[in-house]
């Protein structure tokens, strides 16, 4: 029993680990707002594709973890549950952290790569379609480009959602084990909560249409589209 508390708690302050702001700090780069954008416009591609290589393995790693250790698959569900939540809530950060997308990757990966690469086609699609639309931009060399983005993407967060929601179910239709299937469900769950609460305080004291604010967050990552 304290074999499985500790490591889920060990599991935590993985997700936890406060890299992005290192890097920024490294960098010279502002630690508000998104981290991850921040980045990867002041230090370029190459820093912030490293920092989701990161946080991806930090979900990973959570993972297998519990499988070092011998714990039972329940536990190492939490474990990298625990991660998700600790990148997003983190303990450094006054619990402000990250939007778990990444970190929620590399769990799903380690738990059950071949659902979780099944389930990432949408996700790729929004992806793909952020990448020509970069591409699309006129009168700009492309490392500047590829340095400040493309702006703001429907199709990602849209496709990340499906992404979310169509992992139990392919978990489910592989023949995962039901501890993995519900652990995906609550992978879904808790990212979704993420988004929806995320700067939620804001929309509120700007009194924004709430429902609309909620509408967007959930499906588009942000209050407004």
Known sequence: MLTNLAAIIAAYFIGALPHLYVLCKLRRIS???DLHIN?????????GLAAVLFDVLKGAAAVWMGHLLGLDLAII???GLAAVAGQMWPVFARFDGEK???TGLGMALALAWPATLAALVPALFGLVSKLVRLLKIKNQPLRKRFKSGAGQSD???VGVALTLLILPVAAWLMGEPVEVVYGFVALLVIIMLRRLTQGLS???KERRDLKRALFNRLLYDRSRH
């Not at 980045?39 to 820093?47: K, M």
């Open 31 to 33: 630690t508000t707002g």
């Open 39 to 47: 980045l990867w416009q002041g230090a370029g591609p190459f820093w």
């Open 77 to 79: 569900v939490a474990c």
């Open 100 to 102: 778990g997308n990444t």
């Open 155 to 157: 199709a990602l967060p």
């Open 202 to 204: 804001k929309d509120i």
